[in-house]
């Protein structure tokens, strides 16, 4: 067989096997096709059946398609819209803005969104929220797609919750500010009374002494006259307490870093007079350093050492601890003692004005210190409260917050 024949022979093969090329490419290729147009008609179909108002545009703003709620929003058909510029359709104000939001998004790949103002054919005034990206077109001019979303009454809404939220700041600024005139009345009553009441006690007393001097010897030890003398002490008493409590509801509360240590030495050195000629041992750990008021802290540890000292008068040896836990939200500092105690079912009037956990005749006081301490502790954000059982000691109580929400 000549080599002419070899070939002629092969030629049919080589040729049967390259159309099997083209064809199984080719069904490649309609197979892409196929799913490339059923791409499209999905995508067709999620922008025409879109919730949402949703434009085609070109760079410069003009329609190349729209859904039904697009078409519904500004009044108008295909054809009107189709190769008319979206920045019609807005408050002159607003079209800057679109070509901004146009150029913005075909110079980069991410999304943008702004919100601008659409005039319906009515000429009434709609605030829209829309957002644009590029829908990218291999071989076509470029496009993006505008979705808009009709905010106005949600604008409408926040302008209602504004101008309510204004009118309560109105009505809060106002109640406060008869809230200051009514305290700066009542302070003025309650000074002015201070002073009336001292002034016809102390004549009170003048007379009831000039009195008991002109009696005879014998007539001075009447017992009366002893009652009369212990209620009128206790009367400027009550007005001393009462003057105390004024200026700790008054004071003014300024927010500082306070070490604890100091306020107890501070305490221990004014309540020096009351420790002589008693066996009294008080003791402390290491304090912190908490955000507070150091007046306010020292009129409340005043109060606390101040009534142990008084509760374990009754004992041959006073102990008196302070106590400190360190808890998430507080520290919180307790004045433990060994005195006479208390009931626990009274432990919730114990803050109380003028309430009094013991009889008056065995202890001075008139019920106003725990008072104090409760309205300085809420002032500060905190809070007070007492432990006891009676004959074995108590604990009062006081939380010092690390983020103090200071009332008036």
């Known amino acids: 067989m000549s080599h002419v024949d070899d070939v002629s022979r092969s030629a049919p093969v080589a040729s049967v096997s390259l159309n099997a090329t083209l064809e199984a490419q080719l ?8 799913a490339a147009e059923a791409d499209a008609r999905a995508a067709r179909q999620l922008f025409t059946d879109a919730p949402h108002a949703a434009f085609l545009l070109t760079a410069d703003g003009c329609i190349v398609d729209a859904n039904a709620q697009a078409y519904a929003l500004l009044s108008a058909d295909a054809p009107t819209l189709t190769r008319r510029r979206l920045g019609q359709w807005l408050s002159p104000a607003s079209q800057p803005t679109l070509t901004a ?3 913005g998004v075909f110079a980069g ?3 943008q969104g702004a919100e601008l103002t659409l005039v319906t054919s009515d000429g009434a005034l709609q605030a829209v929220m829309v957002r644009v990206r590029v829908c990218p077109a291999p071989g076509a001019a470029p496009t993006c797609q505008l979705v808009m979303t009709d905010v106005t009454a949600l604008k409408e809404a926040n302008r209602a919750l504004l ?3 204004e009118g309560l700041r109105a009505q809060l600024a106002s109640h406060e500010a008869r809230h200051r005139r009514l305290d700066d009345e009542v302070r003025e009553v309650v000074g002015a009374t201070q002073v009336q009441l001292q002034l016809q006690l102390a004549r009170v007393q003048t007379g009831l002494n000039l009195h008991c001097r002109s009696l005879p010897a014998a007539a001075q030890r009447c017992p009366h006259l002893h009652l009369t003398r212990d209620a009128l002490g206790a009367t400027f008493g009550l007005l001393g307490c009462l003057t105390q409590y004024v200026q700790a509801r008054q004071l003014r509360v300024r927010l500082r870093s306070v070490d604890l240590n100091q306020v107890l030495a501070d305490v221990m050195k004014d309540l020096q007079p009351r420790l002589k000629g008693r066996e009294v041992q008080v003791t402390a750990g290491d304090l912190p ?3 507070g008021d150091s007046r306010a ?3 409340i540890l005043g109060e606390y050492l101040g009534n142990a000292l008084k509760f374990t008068r009754t004992r041959d040896a006073a102990n008196v601890r302070v106590l400190v836990e360190d808890t ?3 520290y919180l500092i307790g004045v433990q003692d060994n005195g006479v105690g208390f009931h626990m079912r009274h432990r919730d009037r114990a803050f109380d004005l003028f309430a009094r956990l013991h009889p008056a005749g065995a202890y001075e006081g008139a019920g106003l210190g725990l008072a104090v301490v409760r309205r300085l502790c809420e002032r500060l954000g905190g809070r007070a409260w007492a432990e006891g059982k ?3 000691g108590a604990t009062f109580w006081f939380a010092c917050p690390k983020v103090p929400a200071l009332t008036l």
């Open 27 to 34: 069904l490649i290729v309609q197979a892409q096709l196929r």
């Open 101 to 103: 939001l146009l150029k």
């Open 109 to 111: 790949p991410a999304s």
């Open 163 to 165: 101008d309510e939220a």
């Open 289 to 291: 350093t908490v955000l």
């Open 297 to 299: 802290l020292q009129l």
């Open 328 to 330: 998430a939200q507080a």
């Open 390 to 392: 009676v004959g074995h």
